[in-house]
C-alpha cells in the first residue's frame, strides 16, 4: 500500500522559513496533482496549494507571495516552500497526489499523515 510521508516541519519564528516535502514510501510511476492542506486550530482543513500536472498553480489568498509549491518530476515529490510564516500558519500540513503507481495504470489519490507546523517566538 502506498503511503505520502511528509517531512521538514517543526517549530519557527515568526517571519522564518520551512520548506515541505512529501515523499512516497514505495516506488511509482507519477505523481500529477499535488496539493498541500493544513488543518489550523478551531478551523475545518483548507486546501493552501496545488500544482496541476502542466505546471500551473493555485493558492489561497492567505499564502499567496508567500509560500510556493513546486515539483520534483523526477522524483515524484513536491515541495512546499514557505517564507515570511505567520503564527496563524500554524497547524498540521498535509500532502496529497493524484498517484498512477504504473504506466496506463489508474490514477488514485493518496494522503498523507501531516506534519506539525509551529509559528511561535
Known amino acids: 500500500q502506498v503511503q505520502l510521508v511528509e517531512s521538514g516541519g517543526g517549530l519557527v519564528q515568526p517571519e522564518g522559513s520551512l520548506r515541505l516535502s512529501c515523499t512516497a514510501t514505495?516506488?511509482?510511476?507519477?505523481?500529477?496533482?499535488m496539493a498541500w492542506l493544513r488543518q489550523t486550530q478551531g478551523n475545518q482543513r483548507e486546501l493552501v496549494a496545488r500544482v496541476f500536472g502542466d505546471g500551473t498553480t493555485f493558492y489561497a489568498d492567505s499564502v499567496k507571495d508567500r509560500f510556493t509549491i513546486s515539483k520534483d518530476n523526477a522524483e515524484n515529490t513536491p515541495y512546499l516552500k514557505m517564507n515570511n510564516l505567520k503564527p496563524e500558519d500554524t497547524g498540521v500540513y498535509s500532502c496529497?497526489?493524484?498517484?498512477?503507481?504504473?504506466?496506463?495504470?489508474?490514477?488514485?489519490?493518496?494522503w498523507g499523515q501531516g506534519t506539525q507546523v509551529t509559528v511561535s517566538s
Open positions: 514505495q516506488s511509482i510511476f507519477i505523481m500529477e496533482t
Open positions: 496529497n497526489a493524484d498517484v498512477r503507481l504504473i504506466e496506463r495504470g489508474p490514477i488514485r489519490r493518496y
